[in-house]
């Protein structure tokens, strides 16, 4: 069956443009999660859902990201005016529930000139 | 503060070699461990977790609370092992749902 599936999976985009970047889980999936991964590091917690409300932003690093998941489904992550500190590699994964094993997508590649 | 710690950043053995990859700990309730691993061109994946208690492509880990650590063994190492591996830490039931991972271990094992 389709793992969980992200897009782009690469962006480069210049310093102060916004970035979109999608996540299409597991079907009957219940809980999202977005980490980020700089190079060297391990993936980092951003935010993550359950159905559609999101139950912890507290990884976000400040106001110019955001997120949502409006149908319970595919997410979108969303940084503004987007900064170089921000090029990362940006990981989704979904579970069955909150405690089930959680199972990654490829990730998006993001590059900020 | 939840913290997991992976001290080395490399580590290189020979086909049929035991291998160790330490993973230690920093959790104030009771912990669920877990490790990822991510083979070259693929997507991150579970290796196993401590709760499962499941020996997995030959690998083991046994949490020691006592010292804080929840290290991967393998008492014969293969080539196809080579890939990073990620010690992570979390959701546990009542705590937080996000999985706080450590720096990994890039393993390499030489024919």
């Known amino acids: 069956?389709?793992?969980?599936?992200?897009?782009?999976?690469?962006?480069?985009t210049k310093r102060g443009?916004?970035?979109?970047?999608?996540?299409?889980?597991?079907?009957?999936?219940?809980?999202?999660?977005?980490?980020?991964?700089?190079l060297g590091q391990g993936p980092e917690f951003l935010t993550y859902f359950n159905y559609e409300?999101?139950?912890d932003k507290s990884g976000l690093p400040n106001d110019r990201f955001s997120a949502e998941r409006p149908e319970g489904s595919i997410s979108t992550?969303?940084?503004?005016?987007?900064?170089?500190?921000?090029?990362?590699?940006?990981?989704?994964?979904?579970?069955?529930g909150t405690y089930?094993?959680?199972?990654?997508?490829?990730?998006?590649?993001?590059?900020?000139l | 503060?939840?913290?997991?710690?992976?001290?080395?950043?490399?580590?290189?053995?020979?086909?049929?070699?035991?291998?160790?990859l330490k993973c230690n700990y920093s959790y104030s309730g009771s912990p669920e461990l877990f490790w990822y691993v991510q083979y070259s061109r693929q997507r991150l994946q579970l290796l196993l977790r401590h709760i499962s208690r499941e020996s997995i492509k030959g690998f083991t880990a046994d949490l020691n609370k006592g010292e804080t650590s929840f290290h991967l063994k393998k008492p014969f190492a293969q080539e196809e092992d080579s890939a990073m591996y990620y010690c992570a830490l979390g959701p546990s039931q009542g705590g937080s749902e996000k999985l706080v991972f450590g720096k990994g271990t890039k393993l390499t094992v030489n024919p």
């Open chain 1, 17 to 38: 443009q916004d970035v979109a970047l999608r996540c299409d889980p597991i079907s009957g999936h219940v809980s999202l999660y977005w980490y980020r991964q700089a």
């Open chain 1, 100 to 112: 089930n094993e959680q199972f990654f997508g490829p990730g998006t590649r993001l590059t900020v």
């Open chain 1, 53 to 55: 409300a999101q139950q």
């Open chain 1, 1 to 12: 069956g389709a793992g969980v599936s992200q897009s782009p999976r690469y962006k480069v």
């Open chain 2, 1 to 20: 503060a939840q913290r997991v710690t992976q001290p080395e950043k490399l580590l290189s053995v020979f086909k049929g070699a035991p291998v160790e």
């Open chain 1, 77 to 96: 992550l969303t940084i503004q005016r987007t900064e170089q500190r921000d090029s990362a590699m940006y990981r989704c994964a979904s579970s069955f």
